[in-house]
């Protein structure tokens, strides 16, 4: 029925527009701002404004980031995102510090979100499927329960 509904209205549009003279055309759907690969942008703030610059996943915890640590309590080395990450697979931990090296999918203990608005979401599988850890923004420290070492994608919300 959905897909019969789409159809018809976009039937319907069309047909409107071509009386009016011009042809209607359908615009793509937007891509969520907050959906982007590490390395690009914050998500954009609710007025659509970046308010934070950083680098994504260079091993400095930079505000406006979630870093994930491969020790609890924030402990050893850590990999720090800003944007979406659908896997985890071939992310390593970058800072200094025990772990540095290893795989971030399913390694992580702990988490510092230095977003002062975003709530990061770690999830337990891959493309932000299953159990889930929340990390509200400005958190100093939070060691994961759902996804401790079993840390597999990332989002984000607010």
Known sequence: MRRFAGVLVATVVAGLGLIGGTAAHAQPAPTPAA??????????????????????????????????????????SFADFGGWVDDFAGYTFRSSGAGKGQPVKNNAASARNRDGDWTARIWFNSGQK??????????????????????ASLSWYQ
């Open 35 to 76: 959906q982007v690969q590490p390395a690009q942008v914050q998500p954009a703030q609710p007025n659509g404004k970046l308010s934070v610059q950083y680098t994504s996943y260079n091993g400095v915890c930079e505000v406006g980031e979630v870093c994930l640590y491969y020790n609890s309590n924030c402990q050893g």
């Open 130 to 151: 299953g159990s889930y850890d929340n990390i509200a923004p400005s958190t100093p420290c939070q060691n994961l329960q759902n996804t401790y070492n079993e840390n």
